[in-house]
């Protein structure tokens, strides 16, 4: 079967793979959508430290079952569905407590193994969600789930008012959930573009950080308090700091983004306002059902989500211009039917 190989740092070309051997438990799908992500750019660009090479990329992925050994299934052939790209080892300290989402020995598709961005593929029934979603709508479902995590992380109510840092892919899930709690969602970037999706997902109010004075808008938006529930996801040491500034006393704050270098905090606000830090990391069960529920009820901007859609055959080029230029797209997906 044909499969998109990143074989080094910069270079990936369609190449000739060997098709999937189910092991038990397993199901052959025919994959029809792979979205790219951050850490599909990271890896293309040499930056990310858990990818070895060759590699295949892809864990943000629609599908459709085409074979199905097991009796008795309730997903007979030719059901569409969304999968979880993530392991879990059953044995960690994570796993014990119930949050198999943070592994310590996690391994995610198109990562630490072998993506999706081939005709097929092997998965265990366990990773299956079905849903009456459009292929390019059950593409979009793993990402969402990486912010719909990071809000229910920071216990998000409707009487929450709710800064979100960073609105690509990530945050957009972040902001999506978060709206649909009923919160107040602050949306803050510096691309005009990104915060007009942003307030279509969801967002009720936004900054633009280049153009705006962030931390007198926040005060200005909460009466003086700051944000009660701060979300990152940029992943840089600025936004890892105003998070911790910008929030009130008592508030609530959770990172998804990893920031590149080393952060310098100012400790004494994690006493003195006393707060609850936390981290987010991938998707739990739930999680992947909340955002399938949120996409058939049509309350995301799925087109205007994805900026390009391509073939297999031009997953490579799309890439390199990603690289080359990354403002320019939103979300590419590869089309493989």
């Not at 799908?29 to 990818?51: A, I, M, Y």
């Not at 990329?57 to 299934?73: D, F, K, Q």
């Not at 799309?318 to 320019?328: D, I, Q, V, Y």
Request: with cysteine.
């Amino acid at each position: 079967m044909k499969a998109l190989v990143l074989c080094k740092p910069g270079e990936a070309s369609v190449e000739s793979v060997p098709n999937p051997v189910l092991t038990d438990g397993q199901i052959l799908l025919k994959v029809r959508r792979v979205g790219f992500c951050g850490s599909d750019l990271n890896s293309f660009r040499g930056l990310n430290p858990l990818v070895s090479y060759p590699r295949i990329l892809g864990h943000e992925v629609s599908a459709t079952v085409v074979e199905n050994p097991g009796r008795g299934s309730d997903l007979p052939i030719g059901t569409d569905v969304a999968l979880c790209p993530y392991t879990s080892c059953g044995q960690c300290a994570s796993c014990r407590n119930g949050r198999a989402n943070a592994c310590q020995f996690n391994q995610t598709l198109g990562v630490q193994r072998d993506g999706a961005l081939a005709e097929f593929i092997g998965m265990p029934r366990e990773k299956l969600f079905p849903a009456k979603l459009t292929t390019k709508e059950l593409c979009m479902v793993e990402p969402l789930t990486v912010g719909f995590h990071a809000v229910a992380r920071g216990r998000v109510s409707a009487n929450d008012t709710v800064a979100i840092w960073g609105c690509g892919g990530v945050g957009l899930g972040a902001v999506a959930a978060s709206g649909a709690s009923g919160a107040r969602t602050i949306c803050i970037d510096v691309d005009d573009e990104k915060l007009a999706l942003a307030k279509a997902a969801g967002g009720t109010d936004t900054i633009n950080a280049t153009h705006e004075p962030l931390h007198e808008r926040l005060l200005e938006m909460t009466e003086g308090r700051g944000p009660d529930v701060a979300i990152e996801a940029i992943g840089t040491p600025a936004t890892f700091r105003a998070a911790v500034e910008e929030v009130a006393f008592t508030g609530r704050v959770v990172y998804i983004g990893y920031a590149k270098e080393a952060v310098s905090y100012e400790t004494r606000l994690f006493v003195q306002k006393e707060l609850d830090i936390r981290g987010s990391r991938n998707a739990q069960e739930e999680d992947f059902e909340s955002v399938i529920k949120f996409l058939e009820a049509g309350k995301f901007p799925v087109d205007q989500a994805v900026s390009l859609v391509v073939s297999l055959e031009e997953a490579a080029n799309a890439l390199r211009s990603w690289s080359e230029n990354p403002s320019r797209f939103r979300k590419i997906m590869v089309n493989l039917d």
